[in-house]
């Protein structure tokens, strides 16, 4: 299966439609006054739909178990012909379209086959998705080329030229992947007058968006959040909470980060942990989800 590790768990949700063709009135009328000899096929078709959605990952292979919390299904119908909807419903980190279409298609088969012995020429035509949403695909962040980004690493031994910038090259990929390709990354000592006067700098040269990874333990060296806090016009507090939180599940010194997200004007500066995983970890805990604020303030300059 894919890992999915890396992600948030957050509202998803699908449609999915299957068409079942009878090939007489008599079989809808049959379906309608509940006169087929196996059952009320409306009521037969629905529970096995149900039990095929909690079912997906057992017979699909890549599928992955999930928490289904909300199965809707009916049925309508249109002449000959009966349309059948699926929608469900989790909050987890993948999305539930094949749980959506496999209960469609039993929800179907089911109908086939309750049906068959008084009609021989049923048909399912159709098994589609209709409409899915959540996860980050459905994110509307805007305006990544004008956000102006520097990547910042507080560490004496990278500024030094002792150790190799891993954190740096980690935290440009990803910002890459959000067609982000930062104007500055740059090493600086762990040292509080340093990391200040960076950050002004930044916000004088008219960057919108800063990182800095590094300082944010409890290390005598660790000056970072000391240092940008003080600065801070707005400090947006759910940010690093959510880094955090989404840390902790992972590895549990995740509590002892003492990173601060906020505003210096209109520049967003956040601190990260100064380890590669932990810096990439807060960039999927973040991104892209974060990048509304700029499509926000660009609205805002707008009107």
């Known amino acids: 299966m894919v890992n999915i590790t890396h992600k948030s768990p957050s509202l998803r949700q699908a449609i999915a439609t299957a068409v079942l ?39 699909i292979p890549d599928c992955h178990p999930l928490p289904v919390e909300y199965t809707s299904i009916t ?18 980190k993948t999305g539930v379209e094949v749980e959506a279409m496999h209960g469609a298609s039993v929800v179907a088969l089911t109908m086939y086959d309750m049906l068959k012995p008084i009609d ?5 035509s159709t098994i589609r998705l209709e409409e899915k949403k959540g996860g980050k695909s ?7 080329k004008t956000v102006k980004t520097a990547v910042i690493i507080c560490s004496d031994s990278v500024a030094a030229g002792i150790n190799d910038d891993f954190t740096g090259e980690r ?14 990354r740059q090493a600086i000592p762990d040292d509080f007058s340093a990391i200040q006067a960076k950050v002004k700098e930044l916000s004088a040269s008219g960057f919108r968006l800063a990182l800095f990874a590094g300082g944010t333990g409890l290390g005598p060296r660790d000056l970072t959040p000391d240092a940008i806090a003080p600065l ?10 959510t880094a955090r939180n989404y840390g902790q599940q992972r590895m549990p010194y995740a509590m002892l980060s003492r990173g601060v997200a906020g505003f210096i004007g209109d520049m967003l500066v956040l601190t990260l942990p100064g380890s590669p995983r932990g ?25």
Do not use: C, W
Request: glycine share 6%; proline share 4%.
């Open 21 to 59: 063709k009878v090939s007489a009135q008599e079989t809808i009328d049959a379906i309608v006054q509940r006169k087929v000899p196996k059952g009320d096929v409306f009521e037969f078709s629905r529970a096995a739909g149900l039990l095929a959605v909690k079912k997906t990952s057992d017979v």
């Open 75 to 92: 049925h309508r119908i249109e002449g000959l012909t009966v349309i059948i909807n699926v929608e469900v419903h989790t909050i987890y």
């Open 120 to 124: 021989k020429g049923i048909e399912i």
């Open 138 to 144: 459905d994110l509307k962040y805007a305006f990544p």
């Open 171 to 184: 935290m440009e990929k990803k910002l890459l992947n959000y067609q982000i390709e930062p104007a500055l």
């Open 232 to 241: 801070l016009d707005r400090e947006v507090p759910g940010i690093m909470e």
């Open 279 to 303: 810096a990439e970890e807060t960039m999927d805990a973040l991104f892209p989800q974060l990048l509304h604020v700029f499509k926000v303030a660009e609205g805002e300059r707008h009107n």
